[in-house]
């Protein structure tokens, strides 16, 4: 590849990030990977690199440090400064992709014909979605209105609107919203006939009116018997919604709208939740990090704020349609980041079908990827803009882990199906999260020419099922209420220190969880095959084949994970479990009373880490 | 059933299910001292209700009458720090009392006074019962006659357990010196020492050392032969006094394990305080006097600090928790900054003695208060037996209370001076790091969280004996034993309520926990148990044993089947010789 001029350097040192051990290995550069091998390799996607920095050179060589968007932060030592520049400049250059083509999803093959490239992008269905909703009903039609993306670029082709919503009055809408992103059903909950609508700001200015968009929000309103009232809830604080004005945008007056009710809900925009995740990582990739320093730190960064401004709104929204049983309208500025954020949570808290792994999936593809949630911008994926990047995903997903915190039983997925998203979210392994709307994953032609990350998870499932999870909790609580007292939000540290091996306590309450259902799968294998055996006794008394009575129970194989640290009985031996005294929270200690720890093994590689490319 | 049993409650508030029954649940020679009509109680959390106040030599009962679902507010009267009539009464004759718990909570009623002025209020009748010893009455723990199946008294037996440990042997000898607790008035009867000092030598150390506490073995280490030695600080004095029994005895402890030369002293001040000691005929073993010796100062503070910091911190969580500065306020208590010290100290202890093959030696100023907290941390990530429910029990009987940690002074068990500066929640933070120990290792454990709360709801309920006096020896003198039940004594006839069902017995195995801050997190069902958004997270607990008791199910279900099939298969291959007869081998269990 012409823009690798060293494809591998030897003698290169990595850096644990945490204490001061380190191992020396061979780092193998790709077109799509960067390698690190020693005992056991790693290996980090192009695409995942968010920053490469080469520090100034030091006695032991020249240090190149390498921050990823999955939160890996690797740190190296280079011998030689000329073999550290020449990959410092071949990764500048493989990391800004200039077009969708070099992505890694175009020339990735999982070695699958047509036709199941075919079935993994058919797997979800929004249509069918709609349906399992109860849309189209007598209230409720789907509108053809946007079939050539000629009313909204950003939205997808099939949307559904109010039955007395006619065409004229969608088009007048549309030119009277920021992007033409007119109001629109995303979630119907059927109990109650109440819906969540979106939408991007009016363009009210500070008197404009448009009657195509009153009768829009009235023809929401009529739509639904229960209640008299829509509420419309503006995501953003009021200020800036104030701001907005000056710029011809703004927010919904209530003397011109019947019936409605407004609501600011203050949730942040886009640049200050940058800001607040470069806050949080500082604080908490500080060594020797002092119990003041992080407290106070990881409050200052606001982070775990605004995650909780967004649950809070979402719990209203879910409150209001549940218990009111009135429609909701939800909009922000464009209605693609907040917007998205509290219609995809409000509905998980609403529906148990989207706390499944499926319903989740449809969730995202719904809630985030038809409605044209800027993937491409916000996650960085081409010749970026700086100012546009932010991790407005990556808080939808922590705000569904805080949920599995409060409610364990409530999801079929554990946190590493978020972890997992969020990876490929940044890794353009696959098709679904490139470029900024479905019009432009149309363009790209992603279903002929890329795979879908949905039929790669599913067919790892077993690697993400939450063993604690109960259908009937979810039967008996359809509605989830959170609380959202402060000391129940806490800092995702499998998420932030995914690849901090260190950081990470060794016995896991969901491991055993998981290691015993296996063992209760194997007892009922067991169970079955001998049942199977006594019927073969009644039906013959010929010797019962034991081949196949085995083979029954060898199919009953569980996930890897949870085999590889089942807990073994050892006899008489002492054995060690924790921190040793060189690693972790100790290493911590010891390294602020100045002692030194000798160098010893350490993996990049944990959790998840290993289940990419 | 848990009804009878002498339950905590978990929430501040009760529900009761059929409110027409009167419900107040009284103890074996428990009695109703007082009651009145017309309280109100300010819930901080659903505003004033108003009810019944029934005090008795046990508790205090409030049963609210003006809401429905009826429920009430049941403490025990040990769990009371203080009680005070707040302001003056009001133009109606209201009077205001605040309560102040030793449970993170401050309880508030307003009633009015008799009109009267000759009948004691209510609030007179509890201040009484509330404060025994202040007014010359006796504990209710003396009183309370419940039998259960099992003795508690008899779980911690000395010498059972340093047999266990493998002791007397070669190097290590039992000592009578302080059989009568003449050589230390606060140490337990049964001492073990290094076989080659004297006791006319132990005699002489105990002058050097605070309060007679010597240097005395607290456990050993099965393989390697390193010692956890425990005692109190030395009384070197400005003046650098030395004594040269006390050089000898650590001298010995140290060649007592041939696989190292070399002893670690852990002096668990910070080494300011240590210094500061020095004028006050205290110190610590210079390296001079004791070769070989290295001696490590563990940061921690003293009693008058962590009081300090559990008040800010009830500040903090009670009743109301101010959300945009939960978490600059929770720091501002550094609460967490000592469970870490403690922990991190401990931690170190317990790498010493179990990868240096070394033996310690750790004393604080009097060594029983720091120094139970420190070992007894070691001892539990060092040796799983006291990682069991019995074990434990068998723990807190050896390091807290036979050696003298002040649980009288510590707590203020039935006395009504609050402002006592001997009080300090020092038990309190070390089962808060065993809490944090056992979020680290959910299954290492054979107790839940219940367990821990139980434990330390009962510390101050003085309903049982156990937490009692301040030394062994009082505990006899009083006849503690004889006179009170033990808390094991409940515990350990409904176990089943303490387990925890991830539990896995690795024999052998040591843990050594992360201290890092990213793992020390405030143990919210303890602290905010009262408040009623707190949500506890027992449902995966509860999952997991469904899943074992469906296991266990399904295990039977296996040995009915094979047993079924090996019938047949006998019965088959007396008709054709030669069948196959081998059973499936059953599957393996590992809990």
């Known amino acids: ?613 | 059933d848990r009804s009878s049993g002498p339950r905590v409650s978990d929430t501040e508030l009760r529900v009761y299910k059929d409110p027409s029954k009167d419900e107040l649940p009284l103890l074996p020679e428990e009695l109703v001292q007082d009651s009145a009509k017309d309280v109100t109680y300010i819930c901080p959390f659903i505003g004033p209700v108003r009810g019944s106040l029934t005090v008795t030599n046990y508790r205090l009962f409030f049963r609210c009458t003006d809401r429905e679902p009826v429920f009430g507010l049941d403490l025990p009267l040990g769990g009371l720090s203080r009680v005070e009539k707040i302001g003056a009464a009001s133009s109606r004759g209201d009077v205001s009392y605040g309560v102040v718990c030793k449970d993170m909570r401050n309880l508030r009623f307003v009633h009015k006074e008799p009109e009267n002025s000759l009948k004691k209020s209510v609030f007179e009748v509890l201040m009484k019962f509330a404060f025994p010893v202040s007014n010359n009455m006796s504990l209710f723990a003396f009183e309370y006659k419940q039998v259960f199946p099992e003795n508690g008294w008899k779980v911690y037996d000395p010498l059972a357990e340093y047999k266990r440990q493998g002791l007397p042997n070669e190097s290590w000898r039992i000592s009578k010196v302080n059989d009568h607790y003449e050589l230390c008035d606060s140490y337990p009867a049964t001492l073990f020492v290094p076989v080659t000092i004297t006791d006319e030598e132990l005699r002489r150390v105990s002058s050097f050392r605070a309060k007679g506490r010597i240097p005395v073995l607290s456990w050993i280490h099965p393989e390697s032969q390193a010692a956890v030695v425990r005692a109190s600080q030395t009384m070197v004095g400005q003046n650098g006094r030395r004594c040269k029994e006390d050089e000898k005895l650590l001298q010995a402890i140290m060649d007592a394990n041939a696989q190292s030369h070399k002893l670690f002293i852990f002096d668990a001040r910070p080494s300011v305080n240590a210094a500061a000691n020095k004028m006050k005929g205290g110190g610590f073993e210079s390296e001079d006097a004791y070769q070989n010796a290295e001696l490590v100062f563990l940061d921690i503070h003293n009693i008058h600090v962590m009081r300090e910091s559990l008040r800010k911190l009830k500040d903090v969580v009670y009743p109301n928790i101010e959300e945009s500065h939960w978490l600059s306020n929770l720091e501002s208590t550094h609460w967490l900054e000592h469970i870490k010290l403690i922990l991190a100290g401990a931690l170190r202890i317990a790498d010493k003695v179990e990868s240096g093959k070394t033996s310690v030696v750790v004393h604080c100023s009097d060594g029983w208060d720091r120094t139970p907290q420190l070992t007894s941390l070691a001892l539990i990530m060092l040796d799983s037996h006291y990682r069991t429910i019995r074990g434990f029990q068998i723990l807190l009987e050896k390091e807290w209370l036979s050696f003298g940690h002040r649980f009288q002074q510590r707590v203020g068990h039935g006395d009504k001076n609050h402002t006592d500066a001997d009080r300090s929640p020092i038990f309190l933070q070390f089962i808060d790091c065993v809490w944090q120990m056992t979020r680290q290792f959910p299954a290492a454990f054979e107790f839940n969280e219940y367990f821990l709360i139980t434990i330390l709801d009962h510390l101050y309920s003085c309903l049982f004996g156990t937490f009692l006096c301040n030394s062994e020896q009082q505990r006899l003198k009083e006849e503690v034993p004889k006179r009170t039940v033990s808390l094991w004594s409940f515990v350990n006839s409904q176990l089943e309520e303490f387990v925890n069902p991830l539990y896995v017995h690795y024999p052998s195995h040591v843990l050594f926990p992360t201290v890092g801050i990213r793992h020390l997190q405030l143990w919210v069902s303890y602290y905010i148990r009262w408040n009623p958004r707190m949500r506890p997270q027992e449902p995966v607990h509860q999952r997991y044993k469904e899943l074992l008791a469906k296991r266990a199910e399904l295990q039977k279900r296996v040995e009915e089947l094979q047993r079924e099939a090996a019938n047949r298969m006998a019965s088959s291959s007396s008709e054709r010789a030669g069948s196959p007869t081998r059973s499936i081998t059953p599957v393996q269990t590992f809990v």
């Open chain 1, 1 to 613: 590849m012409e823009h690798i001029r060293t494809p591998k350097v030897e003698q290169v040192k990595l850096l644990d990030r945490f204490s001061n051990k380190s191992v020396t290995g061979t780092l193998h550069l790709t077109a799509t990977h960067l390698i690190f091998v020693e005992s056991n390799s790693t290996s980090i996607l192009h695409h995942h690199i968010a920053s490469v920095e080469k520090l100034s050179l030091k006695t032991n060589g020249c240090p190149l440090l390498i921050q990823c968007r999955n939160f890996r932060l690797v740190h190296f030592v280079i011998p030689r400064e000329r073999d550290c520049h020449d990959i410092y400049s071949s990764l500048l250059r493989l990391l800004r992709p200039v077009s969708y083509d070099e992505l890694y999803a175009f020339s990735y093959n999982p070695k699958q014909n047509d036709q199941q490239r075919e079935e993994g992008w058919q797997l979800i269905d929004l249509a069918a979605e709609f349906e399992r909703m109860g849309v189209p009903c007598d209230q409720w039609q789907l509108t053809d209105v946007n079939r050539e993306y000629k009313v909204c670029k950003t939205y997808p082709r099939d949307l559904y609107v109010p039955i007395m919503a006619s065409k004229p009055i969608i088009v007048g809408s549309s030119k009277f919203r920021s992007k033409g992103r007119f109001p629109v059903l995303t979630y119907f909950y059927q109990e109650k006939k109440a819906a969540v609508c979106r939408c991007s700001q009016p363009l009210s200015g500070f008197s404009a009116r448009c009657l195509e968009d009153e009768h829009m929000l009235q023809a929401i309103s009529k739509a639904n018997h229960n209640s008299r009232y829509i509420y419309v809830m503006d995501t953003r604080p009021k200020l800036n919604a104030l701001a907005n004005r000056a710029a011809g945008k703004g927010y919904e007056n209530e003397d011109n709208y019947s019936n409605i009710r407004f609501q600011f809900v203050g949730i942040e925009n886009i640049h200050v939740m940058r800001g607040s995740l470069q806050k949080l990582l500082e604080v908490v990739g500080t060594r020797s990090l002092s119990m003041t320093d992080y407290l106070v730190g990881l409050e200052n960064s606001g982070w775990l704020r605004h995650i909780k401004a967004i649950m809070d709104a979402a719990i209203f929204l879910a409150k209001t349609v549940t218990v009111e049983g009135a429609s909701v309208l939800v909009h922000c500025s464009d209605g693609w980041d907040r917007t998205a954020q509290v219609c995809a949570l409000g509905s998980l808290l609403m529906d148990p079908y989207y706390r499944t792994i499926k319903g989740f999936m449809v969730l995202i593809e719904k809630d985030w990827i038809s409605f044209g949630h800027k993937f491409a911008d916000r996650c960085d994926q081409l010749d970026p803009d700086p100012k546009e990047v932010s991790p407005i995903f990556t808080q939808f997903l922590e705000c569904v882990w805080q949920l599995t915190e409060q409610f364990p039983q409530a999801f079929e997925f554990s946190e590493w199906f978020l972890i997992q998203i969020h990876e490929h979210v940044h890794s353009c392994q696959f098709g679904n999260f490139l470029g900024n709307s479905q019009r432009q994953r149309e363009d790209l032609q992603l279903k002929e020419r890329t795979y879908s990350l949905w039929a790669h998870l599913l067919s790892e499932k077993q690697n993400y099922l939450n063993p604690v999870y109960s259908p009937s909790f979810a039967e008996s609580h359809p509605v989830l209420e959170p609380s959202t007292q402060a000391y129940h939000f806490k800092f995702w540290r499998n998420m932030y220190h995914q690849y901090d091996r260190s950081m990470h306590p060794r016995q896991s309450i969901l491991k055993h969880v998981l290691t015993l259902k296996d063992s209760n799968r194997e007892l009922e294998g067991t169970v079955q095959a001998l049942k199977t055996k006594l019927q073969k006794f009644s039906v013959s008394t010929s010797p019962l084949n034991r081949k196949e009575v085995q083979q029954e129970e060898d199919e009953e194989v569980f996930g890897e994970e949870a085999m590889e640290d089942a807990p073994a009985i050892t006899g008489g031996e002492r054995t060690v479990e924790g921190s040793s005294a060189t690693e972790n929270g100790y290493g911590e200690l010891m390294g602020s009373f100045g002692s030194k720890n000798e160098p010893g093994a350490v993996t990049l590689e944990f959790g998840v880490a290993r289940m990419t490319c």
